[in-house]
């Protein structure tokens, strides 16, 4: 029986397999016209599946296909990377390159024109940068020639991180050469569940295969791991049911050790009031892959450029990881804040959860307490890590948990790719509410927000929302008469609005006006 495969390229025969035509063709299309060209895209989106079908595919056709791996030749002497260089081309072609150094294996490669070669690099990134430029420049003297000579393309497979160095270092590889692999699309996902299902009879419910191609926004990788994970935990079901995948969710976003997630993490820690901009405020920022942030998380496939040539964050999995790891635990306000609790206080006589009064009570903790407590500072230096909007987001995320841990309620948060949400869906004795919480910038800003929540709402199949914005109370005062807290029904859902008014000139930066000279 096959399985999902979570790890290094498909073996057909073992593993449950897409076969991407289009793109083959693609590629197919490119050899033939002679093309040196890259496969550059973000980790787990199933280059190495893609290039090993391209490979078989050409070999059917003629072609000879030599493809090498430099994951961990970033440090290897010159002379290593030869000696793998040359005898994976030596095994592939049954052409003797031994003891040949870069620029004598392609001048002897120029010599034979009664073949068809194809050269694949994997992992191309890892190679040594000190000989790198060297093995690009002899590629370039291969390029000019290739109608002439045996080998007929050459093409790179790594991540985007390495396009800058490609351009500059050999034409062949400008960014037009780049053939795209995207993740997989939802039908794509739904014909690998498919493969499992007709297989082996156990089949994943509707919304089963919904939602891992929501969190996972179709990363292969992820979907591969969603799957296996549910038919590993409940190899006996007939039907992988919506509660299972909670369950495996919940593993994904709180329990599982990930070499890719941990990698997200860490390196958004170096950029992280970049990344809390993302999650925490509805700035626009544009692509540029230039930028350092950008680039580093484009290439682990967390932000992507959206249809506004924006960033936008692309895996809502690696967005709710990046909420959770930034999140202060260790102030200890939970516990000041759960010893308080008295549990009929936040009830109505009827049993209905009484929202006035949890917002109200939020709303005095703060004016008391303030936001100090959930900003984060760099030890050696003093200064803050977290930007402004993070600290109100998690003082109230705080406050609701340890309420929630009080009276035995339940949170959990959607799937949402759209910058800015940080929504939270309570459930307390099976009444459900959903709290989005946001920063107020401007009018336009505060009522479109209203609209989008209600849309939210309908989305999630939920009745009511509260609409939690933070407002510093000397803005409050310029928009009083057009800030108001209230009941209103947006498209049949019933928001909630409150305001919770602050005075603190660092969060966020806002500047009091400043007095007129008498």
Not at 178 to 197: G, M, V
Request: hydrophobic share 40%.
């Amino acid at each position: 029986m096959r399985q999902f495969n979570t790890s290094g390229p498909n073996i057909t025969e073992k593993h449950y397999t897409l076969f991407r035509s289009n793109y083959i063709h693609k590629g197919i299309e490119l050899v033939q016209d002679d093309r040196y060209f890259t496969i550059l895209a973000p980790r787990q989106t199933g280059k190495s599946t893609f290039f090993r079908q391209l490979a078989v595919e050409l070999t059917i056709m003629g072609y000879k296909v030599a493809h090498i791996n430099f994951e961990n030749y970033t440090g290897e002497a010159k002379s290593s990377f030869i000696s793998t260089l040359t005898n994976h081309l030596t095994e592939f072609w049954g052409i003797d390159f031994s003891g040949l150094g870069i620029a004598d294996t392609f001048e002897k490669i120029r010599t034979i024109n009664d073949d068809k070669f194809v050269l694949i690099i994997d992992e191309v990134e890892g190679i040594n940068p000190d000989y790198f430029g060297d093995f690009l420049h002899a590629i370039r003297g291969a390029y000019q020639l290739r109608t002439e000579h045996a080998l007929k393309s050459v093409i790179l497979v790594g991540v985007s991180n390495i396009v800058g160095v490609v351009r500059e270092n050999a034409s062949p590889f400008n960014i037009a050469e780049n053939l795209n692999i995207p993740f997989f699309s939802n039908d794509e996902s739904y014909e690998l569940f498919k493969q499992h299902e007709d297989e082996t009879g156990q089949l994943f419910s509707p919304e089963v295969k919904a939602k891992i191609c929501e969190i996972t926004a179709n990363q292969p990788g992820l979907v591969n791991g969603f799957a296996k994970e549910l038919v590993e935990r409940y190899p006996t079901a007939p039907i992988l049911t919506y509660e299972m995948y909670l369950e495996v969710e919940h593993w994904y976003l709180n329990v599982a050790i990930d070499k890719n997630v941990e990698n997200i993490i860490i390196k958004a820690d170096d950029y992280r009031s970049f990344v809390e901009t993302l999650l925490f405020t509805e700035t626009k920022i544009p692509f540029r892959i230039d930028r350092a942030a950008i680039k580093v998380l484009h290439t682990n496939g967390v932000v992507r450029e959206d249809a506004d040539k924006m960033v936008a964050f692309w895996v809502p999995l690696y967005k709710k990881r990046l909420y959770e790891a930034f999140y202060p635990y260790t102030n200890g306000e939970g516990k000041r804040i759960s010893a308080s609790v008295v549990h009929e206080h936040y009830f109505t006589a009827g049993g209905q959860l009484n929202i006035d009064r949890i917002i109200g009570d939020f709303a005095k903790y703060i004016k008391k307490r303030g936001f100090s407590a959930f900003r984060e500072k760099e030890e050696q230096t003093g200064k803050y890590k977290s930007i402004p909007e993070a600290a109100m987001i998690y003082a109230f995320e705080t406050y609701i948990q340890a309420l929630l841990f009080a009276i035995e309620g339940k949170s959990y948060r959607e799937a949402q790719v759209a910058l800015g949400k940080t929504d939270l869906i309570i459930n307390i004795q099976n009444q459900e509410l959903l709290i989005e919480s946001k920063v107020f910038y401007h009018l336009a800003q505060f009522r479109k927000g209203k609209e989008q929540l209600a849309y939210y709402c309908q989305h999630l199949g939920l009745k009511r929302a509260v609409y939690l914005v933070f407002i510093p109370e000397e803005i409050y005062k310029i928009h009083a008469k057009n800030l108001k807290e209230k009941r209103e029904i947006i498209h049949d859902i019933e928001i909630l609005t409150f305001l919770i008014k602050y005075e603190d000139e660092e969060l966020p930066a806002y500047r009091k006006p400043k007095k007129k000279k008498e």
